[in-house]
């Protein structure tokens, strides 16, 4: 039976991810411009007191291309 190992960095990862669910929750239910703005805010300060910080912004990163990529596949096609 293999023993699987789970580093600092990865859960720095994983939180990084979370992190940016949580801000993407967070915009998707507000009304304005400001109230995302702060979400945006609000999770990027959380990201700096994590460790291993390039890993928490690469979890980050990925939550929000999956977003973007899946957002962008379904714009209008225009003229």
């Known amino acids: ?5 789970v ?8 939180a990084g991810h979370a992190i940016a669910s949580n801000c993407l ?9 400001a109230e995302n703005g702060k ?7 959380e ?4 460790p291993h910080p390039k890993r928490a ?5 990925m939550a929000l291309v999956n977003v973007l990529e899946v957002g962008l596949m379904n714009l209008p096609k225009g003229a």
């Open 7 to 14: 580093t600092t960095g990865d859960c720095a990862e994983q």
């Open 57 to 61: 912004a690469g979890g980050f990163t």
């Open 47 to 50: 990201l700096q007191r994590l």
């Open 25 to 33: 929750d967070a915009m998707l239910k507000s009304d304005s411009q």
């Open 39 to 45: 979400a945006l805010q609000t999770a990027l300060l």
């Open 1 to 5: 039976m293999s023993r699987v190992t």
